[in-house]
């Protein structure tokens, strides 16, 4: 296994997740408490098309 792999899959292993109870989910870094994210909806990636920058 690379050492890219390995810090990948620490790091995956640092976040948790958890609903709230109005429905948003909050993502975070179980090893710094300050380090989270708490989002009311998910955008699908393939959805979004990149333009370039307005002219």
Known sequence: MSETQRRLERAAD???TFET???D???YDRENTEA???ASYAIDF???HA???SE
């Open 14 to 16: 640092r976040c948790g």
């Open 21 to 23: 109870i109005d429905g």
């Open 25 to 27: 989910l909050v993502l």
């Open 36 to 38: 989270w994210i708490q």
């Open 46 to 48: 393939e959805d979004v």
């Open 51 to 53: 333009y370039g920058p």
